[in-house]
């Protein structure tokens, strides 16, 4: 079973910004799907960004903000965030598929089998 594990988020004034990590040991090899997610409280989670050997996609509110980036000898994804809101106040959580399988729609989240367990976001005004 691959964990994944987020760190990086906290609590930051809009227009801020934060960079968010996800680690997870031998499941961000080169040919790895990974995808960036976030569930802010009564809302259902929502695509991010994802990246698929350097096809990457945004959602539309994310766009020139956010930056999806991963390196592979590090098993390490990053999320920057630039200029924050606080419509992106929520949990951030990352995921990944296993190495070879592309990536499908960034917003859908059946097609992770690994995820993990969220980071907090939290933008005041």
């Known amino acids: 079973q691959v964990q994944l594990v987020e760190s990086g988020g906290g609590s930051v004034q809009a227009g801020g910004s934060l960079k968010l990590s996800c680690v997870a040991p031998?499941?961000?090899?080169?040919?790895?799907?990974v995808g960036w997610f976030r569930q802010a409280p009564s809302n259902e989670r929502e695509g991010v960004a994802s990246?698929?050997?350097?096809?990457?996609n945004y959602a539309d509110s994310v766009k020139g903000r956010f930056t999806i980036s991963q390196d592979n000898a590090k098993n390490v994804v990053y999320l920057q965030m630039d200029n924050l809101n606080p419509e992106d106040t929520a949990i951030y959580y990352c995921a990944a598929k296993p190495q070879w399988v592309p990536c499908g729609s960034f917003r859908s989240v059946s097609q992770y089998p690994y995820w993990g367990r969220g980071t907090q976001v939290t933008v005041s005004a």
């Open positions: 990246n698929y050997v350097a096809t990457i």
């Open positions: 031998g499941a961000f090899e080169f040919g790895s799907c």
